[in-house]
């Protein structure tokens, strides 16, 4: 398995953010993660071509990895202790308490666990959960390097927006050297809208369409942040953000986008604001994983444990490692 070791630093560009750059630190701290702040002579060192004011903060196990990867060799690991994938066999209904509809096939469960990251909310709905959430779609790209290269070594984050769900623009240096700036998080008007009208359903239009317009009336918070996102459909946008983390960079060497990934964006329908921790809803016989957003990928072993110990199993078992 490939893995880039490559560490991350996170750069600010205000006093106000310096600030922040402490409390990302503390959380650190408080979760067993291992960074450090540097002044503009130790990150010097450590990656000579971000740029900061004063201080940064240094996260030396950070990695990339190929997440397609991972999810085939957990797949393996999972088939060969018996577990069973149903490729193209979606959720159609629930049949009855013990009981859905998959694909063709009716299958019975003792408890049902809902991961279906976009859909989640309305399989949820179903058993009566979700309530009050809709998942609202939004569109992440980024611009690629077609080849390796090697102007930066290590991934360069600006400090987040702490009244934004989503990430800034960053520079990310992948498994196989190339270099990617982004993501944009732009509204989408259907769930799996990832390249031209694929997937498109009118339903689901509407109904993306009928939130979103909600949302950006009754909440000023969620329109600013719609506001700053739609920047990110221009290219040069985009490249004029990650300018700010460097000290210099070749914008021409970013010629195309990656694949599309949509972001599965939780928002509270009583409040329009959006979620951001992970939610996690159910009973005896359900489990409805709500809001798995970023970092849900590279947190997923941790967060199955919290999952499976808290809400499926309840106190029978505890896993042990
Ligand atoms: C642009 C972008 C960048 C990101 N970067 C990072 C990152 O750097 N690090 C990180 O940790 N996270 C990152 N994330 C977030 C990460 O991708 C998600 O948090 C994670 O994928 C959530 O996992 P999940 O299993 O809940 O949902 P998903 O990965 O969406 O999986 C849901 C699955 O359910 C299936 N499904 C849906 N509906 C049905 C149905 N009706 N029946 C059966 N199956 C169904 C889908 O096909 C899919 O396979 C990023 C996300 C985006 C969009």
């Keep these: 398995m490939k893995i880039n070791k490559c560490g991350k630093v996170v750069v600010a560009k205000s006093e106000e953010e310096i600030e922040i750059l402490f409390e990302l630190k503390r959380r650190g701290d408080k979760n067993g993660v291992e960074t450090y702040i540097v002044d503009e002579k130790e990150l010097k060192e450590i990656e000579s071509n971000a740029r900061t004011l004063k201080y940064a903060l240094w996260s030396p196990k950070n990695s990339t990895v190929d997440p397609l990867e991972i999810l085939k060799s957990i ?19 629930k049949l009855d308490s013990n009981s859905v509809l998959v694909g063709e096939n009716l299958i019975e469960y003792e408890k049902l666990i809902n991961s279906a990251g976009l859909y989640a909310d309305k399989i949820a709905k179903d058993f009566g959960f979700s309530e009050n959430y809709v998942i609202v779609p939004f569109k992440g790209l980024y611009l690629e390097t077609e080849k390796e290269c090697s102007f930066i070594k290590r991934n360069i984050y600006p400090v987040p927006n702490m009244r934004n769900p989503f990430l800034g623009v960053h520079f990310t240096v992948g498994v196989d050297g190339r270099i990617k700036i982004g993501p944009t998080a732009t509204p989408s008007f259907w769930k799996e809208n990832y390249k031209r009208l694929s997937n498109l359903k009118l339903k689901e239009i509407y109904e993306t369409t009928k939130n979103y317009l909600s949302c950006l009336i009754k909440n000023k918070d969620f329109r ?29 060497i970013f010629k195309k986008y990656g694949k599309s990934g949509i972001r599965a964006q939780l928002v509270n329908l009583r409040t329009y604001e959006f979620v951001y ?26 967060f199955t444990r919290y999952v499976v110990e808290k809400h499926v199993f309840g106190d029978r078992f505890t896993l042990l490692s």
């Design 224 to 252: 600013r942040t719609v506001i700053d996102e739609i920047k990110k459909y221009s290219r040069s946008y985009i490249l004029s953000e990650a300018e700010k983390l460097v000290i210099s960079y070749d914008k021409t």
């Design 75 to 93: 797949r393996q690991d999972l088939e060969q202790l018996g577990v069973d994938f149903p490729f193209s066999a979606p959720y159609r209904k």
């Design 277 to 302: 921790d992970f939610v996690v809803e159910g009973d005896s016989k359900s489990v409805h994983i709500l809001n798995a957003v970023s970092p849900a990928f590279t947190a997923s072993l941790p």
